[in-house]
């Protein structure tokens, strides 16, 4: 349940943390909640930062294959080219 809360704070702070917000693409409301949730990851992310953790968590899911060295991964791309 959402509830609203008056707060008294300068205004040139409020306006800080109004830009800041919509930097980030979200509103003020939701990056204070960020703040103090207790989720265990307090920090502020930007988009780009959220947007590297799903891509992170997207490749935790993919299925790797073998590795090869530079070397080999080259010879393979001659080998194909001049096939």
Known sequence: ????LTL????TVIDT???RAKARGISL???????FED???NAIKTEP???AERLLKT????VFTDTLSDEDLLKEQ???KFA
């Open 1 to 4: 349940m959402k509830t609203k």
């Open 8 to 11: 008294t704070i300068k205004k």
């Open 17 to 19: 943390a109004k830009q």
């Open 29 to 35: 409301s939701r990056m204070i909640e960020e703040i």
């Open 39 to 41: 989720s265990g990851e």
């Open 49 to 51: 930062q959220r947007a």
């Open 59 to 62: 490749l935790e899911k993919s």
């Open 78 to 80: 001659v080998k194909r």
